[in-house]
């Protein structure tokens, strides 16, 4: 398993990270505690949560279920929490069931770290995400029609730094290590680094947004930041919400996957998406690959890379993606993909 640096904190992650956002809904607690034990195992050594998991669905009866089953783990497992580093996220505007609703703050800040800390069973978390930025995102296919005018700008900056006071405040406490960015732009991520070279405060070690062979957002300017700045990405939905896999061609709908549980695939499902699967489907086959391994290595390679963070319904799943941790692709297949990329510029 190769490692990576989390930013510049010092911190080294492996760069394949275990996704819970399942553990909860379609992954029992029993399941979810196998696939901890598995990926510690395989050399995996980051963890990826948030206080609004679990998904599919979302709803106000399972909310921090999902840190309750990795607290669990943790309170039976209590020699090993340091065998690996822990990420959770702070939830913002818009999600009714944490704070009805309201902005991350100063005031918001110290009360969800503390409810993902007597959730999670633990005395700090290791990398505190804040989930999305309170101005928008262009991310979960927002991009379409994405307006970032709106706002005052010496108000975000304002928040910026009243947040950035906040995390040193936690960090002092010894609550958090360390602190990222999720569904983020490129000026958003260059504002708080730039107040954190200033102040000294937390600075931004790393920036969670969707990235797969269907979703490249991050390849222009995000990319030529992350280069700069020490900001590294870690990728979620890798495999492009199970897409990429191959599961969903030909109309096949496997029960339990997400797409029975959510349609359309949070606006992802489309006949151009089936076609560009397919695409990188005859690659695989091609050349032999399981388009699971070939996509995950494909991620993992590109320069901007920190980790990628999958997700596994069950372990099976999770086996299959252990079992192509070690596949480093050929320069003919990542020529290949850049190919198809072209042909499939933007297929959600």
Do not use: C, D
């Given at each position: 398993m190769k490692m990576k640096p989390l930013g510049r904190t010092g911190v080294?992650?492996?760069d394949l990270c275990l996704g819970t956002m399942t553990f909860g809904t379609q992954t029992s607690e029993t399941g979810g505690h196998r696939q901890m034990d598995m990926a510690l195992a395989a050399g995996i050594n980051f963890v990826d949560a948030a206080e609004m998991y679990p998904?599919?669905?979302?709803s106000k009866e399972t909310v921090g279920r999902t840190e309750e089953i990795l607290g669990n783990w943790?309170?039976?497992?209590?020699?090993?929490r340091g065998d690996y580093v822990l990420a959770t996220k702070h939830s913002g505007a818009g999600f009714s069931h944490a704070r009805d609703g309201a902005p991350i703050s100063g005031q918001t800040i110290p009360q969800a770290i503390e409810g993902s800390l007597r959730r999670l069973q633990t005395d700090y978390i290791d990398l505190y995400q804040f989930h999305w930025p309170n101005r928008g995102?262009?991310?979960?296919?927002?991009?379409w029609d994405y307006d970032p005018s709106g706002g005052d700008r010496d108000e975000v900056v304002a928040n910026m730094q009243e947040c950035l006071?906040?995390?040193?405040?936690?960090?002092?406490?010894?609550?958090?290590?360390a602190f990222g960015l999720s569904n983020e732009s490129a000026w958003g991520t260059a504002q708080w680094v730039r107040l954190a070279d200033e102040t000294g405060a937390p600075r931004v070690a790393s920036v969670q947004n969707e990235y797969s062979m269907l979703c490249r957002h991050f390849d222009t300017d995000m990319a030529e930041l992350s280069a700069h700045e020490d900001v590294g990405l870690l990728a979620f939905s890798p495999?492009?919400?199970?897409?990429?896999t191959g599961?969903?061609?030909?109309?096949?709908?496997p029960e339990g996957s997400r797409m029975s549980l959510v349609p359309e695939m949070g606006g992802r499902k489309s006949d151009r998406v089936f076609d560009a699967v397919a695409a990188y489907l005859e690659i695989a086959d091609k050349h032999g690959l399981d388009p699971v391994h070939m996509a995950l290595s494909w991620c993992r390679s590109r320069p901007f890379m920190t980790s990628a963070i999958f997700g596994a319904t069950d372990e099976a799943q999770l086996q299959r993606i252990l079992d192509g941790k070690d596949l480093e692709l050929s320069q003919d297949v990542l020529k290949e993909i850049n190919l198809a990329h072209r042909a499939h510029p933007m297929p959600y």
């Open positions: 080294m992650v492996s998904v599919n669905p979302i943790n309170a039976s497992n209590a020699a090993r995102s262009y991310m979960f296919r927002q991009n006071e906040a995390l040193q405040a936690q960090v002092e406490k010894g609550n958090i290590r495999l492009a919400a199970g897409f990429l599961k969903y061609q030909g109309g096949s709908v």
